[in-house]
């Protein structure tokens, strides 16, 4: 059993406001280093302050790594951007995550394989998102 950190509650709220603070620096033009350092801090915060809320779900984990996937799209680390939608696919492949948390999750794999130059890899996934 898995020892209690923080209390549910407080984990929900702080969760739910990383995710959002996050979409401050993912919806800017340019960032600067300080700022991509922020964006990296809080959207890795969201998705382990939801690993602590009680009765997480598996969407609440594809859309933490949808996001620290998107961060990483953002700041031109494919590598790392790849990492994380490679997590967000394999959770959201369960039954219980809605199809449409899968669509994003190809979506932000083919940002990351972009990035690492890999387009037919990227036409592949692109294929495959829109069949779900």
């Not at 209390?7 to 702080?14: D, F, G, P, V």
């Not at 603070?21 to 919806?27: C, I």
């Not at 350092?37 to 779900?57: A, C, F, I, M, P």
């Not at 994003?104 to 036409?123: F, H």
Request: glycine share 4%; proline share 0%.
């Amino acid at each position: 059993m898995k020892e209690e950190i923080i209390e549910s509650n407080l984990a929900k709220k702080a969760a739910i406001w990383c995710f959002n603070k996050a979409w401050d620096y993912l919806d800017n033009e340019q960032l600067n280093d300080e700022e991509k350092s922020e964006l990296l801090n809080l959207v890795h915060s969201s998705l382990w302050l939801w690993t602590q809320v009680k009765g997480h779900t598996k969407t609440n984990l594809s859309i933490g790594y949808w996001q620290i996937s998107r961060a990483y799209a953002k700041i031109k680390d494919g590598s790392n951007a790849v990492i994380y939608c490679k997590k967000c696919v394999e959770v959201s492949s369960d039954s219980s995550v809605e199809a449409f948390f899968l669509a994003y999750g190809y979506e932000v794999l083919c940002r990351g394989l972009i990035l690492l130059g890999e387009k037919d890899e990227a036409s592949k996934n692109l294929i495959r998102e829109k069949k779900n």
